[in-house]
């Protein structure tokens, strides 16, 4: 379970500009951890928070699931965080009785490609390709281009 | 009930510059209208879209609803347009048996602020004040401070 709005910060770490600060702020609106909590996860040990995933089930139909923010204390890449948290988010989905995962990320974030593909996602069709990457362009909002991903976790 | 996808768009309108028009796309992604448009409503006529509301209820209580954004078309403004899309998600909301209405707003949006009022909703406190409204410090993040309204509309 997600802690409450204590746990919201985004300072220090890997943001380097105001300005990356200031748009993840915006990726990541309060609105989430106050309203979406019990969907969301937290990996905590006696240091803190170390990783953390915020994600909800739609409330237009009873299938899907999406995962909208992810983020892993940097000294702890690579140490099979962010597949956790997958993991045990598409276990608790799975149990609400979703049946499809739904993720975007930036065409730029080559890493978030590469994680999603290799937790099963399919890369949704998109209206050009970026390194052989289907994106669909202007996804949110002009300029914001997106790369999509699908995943059926039962039929 | 709000459309989808190819309702989505930002460009032209009140936006002077790139950097709004991409804090606007940051505010209001596609999740929202992909995933909670049937708490959304638009006013339309033969023009097109004149109006619109995102909100949701919350998934964490079965008392709140959020509203997260609401769009007028400049030519528009002033007709009550935002009042009437209001008082619709009000009444929706209470039909599905939620009982508070919350909304935020930036401390410089001094037309929100009053509408809000005259729409019922108290202010709730905050850690300091700003042209004697409370307000919440670093609400969403580093230097974004919020006004944050509550309305009840049952007990």
Request: charged share 25%; proline share 4%; glycine share 10%.
């Amino acid at each position: 379970m997600l802690a409450k709005a204590h746990s919201y910060t985004v300072k220090g770490q890997q943001f380097r500009t105001p300005e990356q600060a200031r748009e993840l702020s915006l990726l990541l609106p309060r609105l989430f951890l106050q309203f979406f909590s019990g969907t969301s996860l937290i990996l905590k040990d006696d240091a803190g928070i170390r990783a953390f995933l915020v994600g909800f089930h739609a409330a237009d139909n009873d299938d899907e699931a999406y995962i909208h923010f992810v983020g892993v204390d940097p000294r702890l890449r690579g140490q099979g965080m962010a597949r956790r948290l997958y993991a045990e988010f598409f276990r608790r989905a799975a149990m609400a009785g979703r049946t499809e995962i739904r993720a975007i990320t930036s065409p730029r974030n080559a890493g978030s490609i590469a994680f999603h593909r290799a937790m099963g996602f399919a890369v949704e069709e998109g209206d050009r390709e970026v390194g052989g990457v289907p994106v669909r362009s202007d996804y949110d909002g002009p300029g914001q281009d997106r790369v999509c991903f699908h995943l059926k976790i039962a039929e």
